[in-house]
């Protein structure tokens, strides 16, 4: 069963750093689009940010344009969120998705990200 | 941005009920709409894609339906495993907005 999983969540001061991994168990993941999703305590499922199969075309919420950044290794079957200017509301739990068109059908199990001094 | 908004936002049920949640986006969207179920401390789980698409493996008690700017996700003889919060998604456009969720307690 191909397998997500995300890595680089943790604890930052506001205005800080993180970069957030995401690694695909099966290299069939290459061309597929990626997704970002998050969901602050006590709240729903935000999309953040979507990267297309061949790496050309990225969006983002607007919340987080300007500050995050997402992209793809796909010698690495890894896509990545380089996240700065953090601030207290973007602390949440960050999932990886496979997807985008037809729904989000492999996620992984999701990495902190606590934003706090 | 589309604003997708699901009713209600929290249902009282018990085995064996039909439950029926809708979503209604603020504008066209075709299709482009996905359900997915979430459990606490689980990743999200796609159920329905394109509206009406049962994802594979998923039970036939869900079942979804409706296009344009509603659609309904219903859940024929709900089971314990069924106890969730249920969010529809739009991928007709970007950002990708998902609704507030509804919770089936």
């Known amino acids: 069963e191909v397998q997500l999983l995300e890595s680089g969540g943790g604890l930052v001061l506001p205005g800080g750093s993180l970069r957030l991994s995401c690694v695909a168990s099966?290299?069939?993941?290459?061309?597929?689009?990626m997704t970002w999703v998050r969901q602050a305590p006590g709240k729903g499922l935000e999309w953040v940010s979507v990267i297309s199969g061949g790496g050309g075309a990225t969006y983002y919420v607007d919340s987080v344009k300007g500050r995050f950044s997402i992209s793809r290794d796909k010698s690495k079957n890894s896509v990545f969120l380089q996240m700065s200017s953090l601030t207290v509301e973007d602390t949440a739990i960050y999932y990886c998705?496979?997807?985008?068109?037809?729904?989000?059908?492999?996620w992984g199990q999701g990495t902190a990200v606590i934003v706090s001094s | 941005d589309i604003q997708m908004t699901q009713s209600p936002s929290s249902l009282s049920a018990s085995v064996g009920d039909t439950v029926t949640i809708t979503c209604r986006p603020s504008?066209?969207?075709?299709?482009?709409l996905n359900w997915y179920q979430h459990k606490p401390g689980k990743a999200p789980h796609l159920l329905i894609s394109t509206a009406s698409s049962l994802q594979r493996g998923v039970p036939g008690r869900f079942s979804g339906g409706g296009s344009g700017t509603e659609f309904i996700l219903t859940i024929t003889g709900l089971q314990p495993e069924d106890f969730a919060t249920y969010y529809c998604?739009?991928?007709?456009?970007?950002?990708?907005?998902f609704g507030q969720g509804t919770k089936v307690e």
């Open positions: 998604q739009q991928s007709y456009q970007t950002p990708r907005t």
């Open positions: 099966a290299s069939n993941f290459s061309n597929q689009a």
């Open positions: 998705a496979k997807g985008d068109f037809f729904g989000l059908d492999v």
């Open positions: 504008q066209i969207i075709h299709s482009y």
